[in-house]
């Protein structure tokens, strides 16, 4: 088996960086005069960077790692996480109007406007730490994994190559930078990972031939809702609550939504993310299933899951490609950790450091920025050696249990107060602080629960995080909606334009004037793909 780069691997690598590298410079000598230019890129991003952006930002280490291992343990239940694109749909067509009508740079700026400082300031500080607790660690984790397998490196040379090679363009070049990056890196990534896909079917024979090696059951999204690990009803209704906060609610996502000119190439982007989303299953999932299927005819050979993808790199490409897919791999890698980087110093300097000092220029906003970025990436630095000691597992899954915590709550708030004028500032707070210790509640319980034990704390503990994300959203609605109805509604100017039920003519003419009957079949075309695959994949 060759598990090493040959001299032309390197040559392709080599030249990949230096491109990527001269598209960054390209971009940070272009200036940012303002925030705007900064943390939104001028807003004058079109929909095909903001589509490749959304999803090289949403591709991260997480996928490339932790998918292909969840896919080689457990086939094809996770796919559900992967089919969300109809949720990006969402984010265009419901979410982003009320967005970009309002002005906003970020998340908790919108929530203030929608209702009141303390929501902004709880999601502006739960943002940040929730950034650098779950995405900054798990992809330098998982970065250092695919380096060190790929590159035949120590893991922490790895890491810390990553952070560093990433951290210093984006705070040089800011958002601008970022989403062109992003272009460059989704090309590359996804031709890659398809060519991968190709040898993988090549190595194995054929679709038939890996049903038959690895069971119909690994093929089957639908397990019981009985199944501890995967119950259908969880994946599919607490996955889509997770989807919303996730794609629909995010700073980290819907940043690149609000870079665009308006709101109808906005909504293309999103659009054509949504098409990009679809490939996850084809270009990671299925080839750990590949992976599985190789191990077991005792052709491939990995120790943990979270191996299986370099592995199937360093084992299954040609001289040349090998190091054009690397390069795909480690721009994984970057793009999603620059978007955490990026989203993380726009929400400290937009939501806390500007709210903290109102008058201040925004050349030295720009210089915060700048700084708030280096300091997440010091952050990031220093979570290597914890994260190389709490790694390990399947990784997907752990991210998914952890988000199934957090998104409820925030859901909740976003979506009644877009949907429904007489959610107030009340009911927010009182939302998002229910949903906190609901879910820290959990987590505690979780971590103490012994096997074997009985009772109410103990069912708390082990009910399956998806189905626990329904439960949570489920309450926090009710929260919600009691806590608005006992309390007085909303200032109808404040909230004018934010929410349904409060456009003026005029915005609804603007609304109806930002769409097509291309954007209308296109969108209606990915949802019908989206139910073709849900139905083939039944064991």
């Not at 700073?251 to 679809?278: E, P, S």
């Not at 270009?283 to 005819?297: H, M, N, Q, R, S």
């Not at 199934?404 to 500032?425: C, D, H, Q």
């Not at 100017?493 to 009957?517: C, D, H, P, V, W």
Request: aromatic share 12%.
């Amino acid at each position: 088996m060759n598990t090493t780069f040959a001299a032309l691997d390197w040559i392709v690598l080599g030249m990949y960086f230096a491109i990527l590298i001269g598209v960054a410079v390209w971009v940070i000598l272009q200036k940012n005069k303002n925030t705007e230019d900064y943390f939104l890129a001028g807003r004058n991003a079109g929909w095909f960077v903001i589509g490749a952006s959304i999803f090289a930002s949403n591709i991260g280490s997480e996928h490339v790692v932790g998918l292909a291992g969840t896919g080689a343990e457990s086939g094809m239940p996770m796919a559900h996480y992967e089919l969300h694109a109809w949720i990006v749909l969402l984010l265009g067509w419901l979410f982003l109007p009320f967005y970009m009508r309002s002005g906003v740079f970020t998340m908790p700026e919108f929530l203030e406007k929608r209702f009141d400082s303390r929501s902004r300031w709880f999601l502006s500080i739960f943002s940040i730490i929730g950034y650098v607790l779950t995405k900054v660690s798990v992809t330098i984790y998982a970065g250092g994994i695919v380096v060190s397998q790929l590159l035949d490196i120590p893991f922490l040379y790895g890491a810390i190559g990553i952070v560093i090679v990433t951290g210093v363009y984006t705070v040089l070049g800011g958002m601008r930078a970022v989403i062109y990056t992003e272009a460059l890196q989704t090309v590359i990534l996804i031709l890659g990972a398809l060519f991968l896909t190709y040898k993988g079917f090549e190595a194995i024979g054929s679709w038939g031939e890996l049903k038959a090696t690895v069971g119909s059951d690994h093929f089957n999204m639908w397990r019981p809702p009985s199944d501890p690990d995967y119950p259908w009803t969880g994946l599919l209704l607490g996955g889509t609550i997770v989807g919303i906060w996730y794609w629909c609610t995010d700073q980290y996502i819907v940043q690149r939504t609000l870079a665009a000119h308006n709101i109808k190439i906005g909504r293309r982007g999103a659009i054509f993310g949504a098409y990009l989303k679809l490939l996850p299953i084809f270009i990671f999932l299925i080839p750990g299933i590949i992976a599985y299927a190789l191990k077991i005819k005792g052709v491939l050979h990995y120790d943990r899951s979270d191996e299986v993808f370099p592995v199937l790199v360093q084992s299954l490409l040609p001289v040349g490609i090998k190091g054009l897919v690397a390069g795909g791999l480690m721009a994984a890698l970057m793009s999603s950790l620059a978007s955490v980087f990026n989203s993380s110093s726009t929400i400290f300097t937009v939501d806390i450091f500007k709210k903290l000092y109102p008058d201040t220029s925004e050349g030295r906003l720009v210089n915060i920025g700048r700084i708030a970025t280096a300091f997440v990436v010091v952050l990031g630095l220093l979570w290597i050696p914890i994260m190389q000691k709490i790694g390990g597992g399947v990784l997907y899954n752990y991210l998914q249990s952890v988000q199934s915590y957090i998104a409820p709550p925030i859901t909740a708030v976003f979506l009644m107060g877009i949907l429904w004028k007489r959610v107030n500032a009340p009911g927010a707070i009182a939302t998002l602080l229910f949903g906190l210790v609901a879910g820290t509640l959990r987590i505690i319980a979780e971590l103490n629960v012994e096997p074997g034990d009985t009772g109410l704390w103990a069912s708390f503990a082990t009910i399956n995080f998806a189905h626990m994300a329904i439960f949570i959203f489920i309450a926090s609605v009710i929260v919600c909606t009691i806590v608005s109805l006992l309390t007085a509604p909303p200032n109808a100017a404040q909230i004018q334009g934010l929410t349904f039920g409060t456009l003026t003519e005029e915005q609804k003419k603007a609304r109806k004037n930002s769409y097509s009957m291309f954007d209308i079949a296109v969108s209606i075309l990915l949802v019908v793909i989206v139910i073709t695959i849900l139905s083939y994949f039944t064991g």
